[in-house]
């Protein structure tokens, strides 16, 4: 299995919801992301989890908050969001470990489609 | 700190001609370099990668990429254009001071290969 799954495809929630994404891999990759991507702009990089541990936050705004409950899954939690955190959210996964440089490619799902309002 | 330009926003190019898409980079110490394809309302799939040896990579669906160190590029090629491959390419380098696999991407070129 060579895929990166994520649910929903869709998601609209008002700024005061609670609602979660959902990532899967059954890759035994160990490296965990997830991407911020804008229309027409590159992914911005959110999170690193290695072997389930927070290793990065891209200095995010705590209304994202992540979890990795075990090897193969990916959360991010959603709160109190704003209307410019509308997006496409992507997870990804790779070999590789926070400590050392991983010459590994990055499999990525389909992503999220996040609107807000 | 790393940087990746591709200089172009939009590439043109007619069916069965030869795809030529643009980049360069800026890091300390060797890259690994990465082309990534996407198509509309879908994530990035990996095309090909360059971390030694041959400076000709080959990758999937027929797309090569030629890492040139004097010249700091990595440009994607493929010889003959199909429709099928309108979509948007990013380049993305890591390199050896990048914590945690960070992966820095260029803003990304629009191809469009018309019939």
């Known amino acids: 299995d060579t895929e990166v799954t994520q649910t929903p495809k869709h998601l609209v929630m008002g700024m005061t919801n609670k609602k979660s994404l959902k990532c899967e891999q059954h890759?035994?990759?160990?490296?965990m992301y997830w991407y911020k991507q804008k229309a027409k702009k590159p992914p911005e990089l959110m999170f690193v989890?290695?072997?389930?541990?927070?290793?990065i936050n891209e200095s995010v705004p705590s209304r994202f908050s992540p979890e990795c409950p075990n090897s193969s899954l990916l959360n991010l939690h959603l709160h109190a969001l704003q209307p410019e955190d509308s997006a496409l959210y992507l997870c990804?996964?790779?070999?590789?470990?926070?400590?050392?440089?991983?010459?590994?490619?990055?499999?990525f799902g389909p992503g999220t489609r996040l609107t807000v309002l | 700190a790393q940087s990746v330009a591709q200089p172009e926003d939009q590439v043109n190019v007619a069916e069965g001609n030869p795809l030529t898409v643009k980049c360069t980079y800026s890091?300390?110490?060797?890259?690994?370099l990465f082309w990534y394809v996407q198509y509309p309302n879908r994530g990035l799939q990996f095309l090909l990668k360059y971390i030694t040896g041959d400076n000709l990579v080959k990758g999937s669906y027929g797309f090569e990429a030629e890492f040139n160190k004097s010249q700091t590029s990595f440009h994607l090629k493929k010889p003959s254009a199909l429709v099928s491959d309108s979509a948007l390419y990013f380049c993305a380098v890591r390199s050896l001071k990048a914590a945690g696999n960070k992966l820095t991407f260029g803003g990304g070129t629009r191809v469009l290969v018309k019939p």
């Open positions: 989890y290695s072997y389930e541990k927070l290793s």
């Open positions: 890759m035994g990759h160990r490296a």
């Open positions: 890091v300390s110490g060797n890259p690994y």
């Open positions: 990804a996964s790779s070999q590789g470990t926070s400590g050392s440089v991983s010459y590994n490619e990055q499999f």
